[in-house]
């Protein structure tokens, strides 16, 4: 495969930065969400045709395979990948001071086709040369492997590697998006590439146009969780980070105490947002004095919605992925077409189910999918918060299937993993249940369109958007989640689907979450799924009609342009 890069450097670029993009299910450059959403976002500028150029690392030997023995303990493996399959070496190098040697940074070169024909390149940087030493060739292996020391490497690389290879690719760029705070340290080289010219500097702190740096970045930040942001002690920073600014000057924009690659982000943007409008608020008491604004996340249609339901719309509501608000006129799909074809959907999942995991789950049972990283926040076992009570509303009338991997250094979430696998041995015979091993996107588009409800349960306010249950909503899949992150936007009562606990402006109420499941479930999802079908088809319309038409990532694409972008 040869694709010159000749054709992209034509016309300014907004660049994207993103440690992990994730573009398809076998390109293992990806871990969960984060991922995910930048390969929707990528995706969706193609289709828009915007102007464009993605940045982020190779990481060749994948995050990880995932084993898991018969109680639940997950040990991970490595998990290679061919880069040749996929994408094109460029010739062009760049180098970058890490630990005081000179480490030479390469990139390949992915591009992203939407259906009508238009491209954006996704450059993937690389350190893994024979010119380099060692340590220096494992830098872009790993996604989210190692220590301290490799992440702020890994981050030197993506920041400081990816700026000055855009520079030497050719690429003139407009805006730069940090998609998290993982890229920030290029605003450290737009800050040396645009000092003032002030002839005789009576104060050195004149010549960082901090202004012009922020008129060029956006920034938007995705966690509450204060493990998302990195932070890095400034003696590990001077050791690692050679040549890079004064050190009271980094000290002005990044943080006094540490290296605060969320600070620096901030400080040096003047377009920053949180991915849902709670989250938004969630962010500006996180960061006070700053003017945080909110951009919905969305996922992308087309890359969402399984075969039997795509051949569905192409009859009914043509035009839909490139124009997903077509979705608004669902009600011209009859009623048995749609439930068809959301029963065709679910036999090839419970058959791939079974198949997998010999759990001999059957067609017509109601099933429940539940499908995040397992990480405590999250609490997949908040359905078994009350194990009687759920047999006795669920025994032969539910099958819930799990997946999702723990990250190798959470073990908490991986307990979380043992313990779905106690309850699935203990309830065997009673209520089926089934754990699909490395979860993916493949695995997750299966588990999104195959199910018939889509259960989340994080403890508010943590979960800062959640795209999975969009995606779900993209197959007529209702959600039946906790009121925090985009569900708070989407959800209408009854209508869309169901919220679990407290509204959300009352403070979080874990016992009653718990309570308000099982009520949920026992008295009003249950009994509708087998007793009412006309009310139950009618919720997954309104799942297409209301929330698919609005959390996709084409929405959210045309909000950054007109919101972030062109400011
Ligand atoms: C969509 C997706 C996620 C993110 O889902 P959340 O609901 O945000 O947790 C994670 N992993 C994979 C493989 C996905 O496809």
Redesign the pocket.
Known sequence: MTVSIDKFIKEPKIAYFSMEI?VRSDMLT?S??LG?LAGDTIKSTADLNLPVVAVTILTKKGYFKQELDIYGRQSELPDEWDPNSFMTPLKERVIVNIEGREVQIGAWLYVVESMRGSKIPIIFLDTDFPENAPEDRGITHHLYGGDQTYRLKQEIVLGIGGFRILDELGFEIKKYHMNEGHSSLLTVELLQSHKRDIEEVWDERLVWDAEKVRSLCVFTTHTPVAAGHDKFPYDLVQRVLSDSLPLDVLKEFAGHENLNLTMLALNLSNYINGVAKKHGEVSKGMFPGYEIHAITNG?HSFTWTCDPLKRLYDKYLPGWANEPEIFVRIGRIPDYELWEAHMEAKRHFIDYVNRETQSDMNYDTFTIGF???ATAY?RADLLFTDVERLIRMGEGRLQIVYAGKAHPKDEEGKRLIQRIFEIKDRLKDKIKIAFLKN???D??LKLVSGVDIWL?TPLRPLEA?????M?ATHNGVPNFSVLDGWWIEGHIEGYTGWAIGPSPDVPADPARDADDLYYKLETIIIPTFYGDKHTWIRIMQNAIGKNAYYFNSHRMMRRYVTEAYIR
């Open positions: 994730g990806y969960g969400g995910v996922v499908a995040r990283r999250k979860y993916n996107m695995i997750a989340n958007s959640g795209t999975s249950g995606k």
